[in-house]
Structures are given as C-alpha cells and as structure tokens.
C-alpha cells in the first residue's frame, strides 16, 4: 500500500501492472484516472471514491483539477513496481489530448 500525493498538473506514465491488480482510493482532492487499450475511458474520482483496475489494463492517473489531490494505492503484489510495463505511446495519446 502506498500513499501518492499528486500536485496539480502532474500526470503519471503510462503503464500496466503484468498480472497485478490495483485498488486506488482518493483520499484528498478530484483526480482523473485515463484507462483502456488506447485509453479510450477515463473517470473523474473526488475524495472518497475508490476505483478497481484489474490487471493488464493500461492507466494512467492525472491530476487536471488545479489543486493537490492524494491517493492510497494497493496492489495485489508486495510493491507498486512489481510488474510495471511502460507504455510511452499512450503518453502521446495524452498528452495530445490534454493539449
């Protein structure tokens, strides 16, 4: 389990967790989490939402709110690197779309 803080504007990269599973919860603040094969989906989390991505699938959190916001964060392993597969050409897709 992890504690994330994320200041306004800060992005993730893209990535997926091989055969893992992750549970984010907000603790703080309104952040957005972009997921699918080209990440086609994406869903607006406030302070108190929690959302399941299971594994395999690509994802990338994003604060767009302006302000921090801060996540708690499990896995199903023993560390949120465990199994980590970057995805640099979904960071383009992004970052196109958040221009």
């Known amino acids: ?5 994320m200041p306004p504007g800060a992005r993730a990269k893209a990535h997926y967790h091989q055969g893992i599973e992750t549970i984010a919860y907000l ?5 957005t989490v972009h997921y699918g094969d080209a990440f086609e989906h994406h869903f ?3 302070a108190g939402d929690q959302m399941y991505i299971p594994a395999n699938v690509p994802h990338a959190p994003s604060n767009e709110s302006g302000a921090p916001c801060t996540w708690i964060v499990v896995h ?3 560390s949120d690197q465990d199994g980590i597969v970057l995805l640099p050409e979904l960071d383009a897709i ?3 779309r958040l221009a």
Do not use: H, I, K
């Open 27 to 31: 603790l703080e603040g309104t952040c």
């Open 94 to 96: 992004l970052a196109a």
């Open 76 to 78: 199903s392993s023993g």
């Open 44 to 46: 607006v989390l406030r």
């Open 1 to 5: 389990m992890n504690v994330l803080p």
